[in-house]
């Protein structure tokens, strides 16, 4: 019997988060910027985790390397210096 495992790859401040789903389970990988480290697999914080739970995990590990988020600018006008 085949197996089949999807992998999907999905952008965060700089980095990639993989996901894998098969039959084994789902496992989410961080992938950093080039040349910032390896790849590191992302356990899951409690036994019925489920991707979504991993997911926002990787996500918590890159906001706490990374820092505060960037401020977004208003959208608007600007007044321009005269």
Known sequence: MARLT???FRPYRGHQIEMR???????????PPG?????????P?????TMADQINQ?????????GPKPVM???GFRRMPM
């Open 6 to 8: 999807a992998v999907s």
């Open 21 to 31: 789903d098969g039959r084994e389970g789902c496992q989410v990988i961080i992938h």
């Open 73 to 75: 600018a208003r959208p």
């Open 45 to 49: 914080g409690q036994p019925g985790a």
């Open 58 to 66: 990787a996500k918590a590990m890159i906001d706490a390397v990374m």
């Open 35 to 43: 040349g910032r480290g390896s790849p590191h697999l992302v356990t």
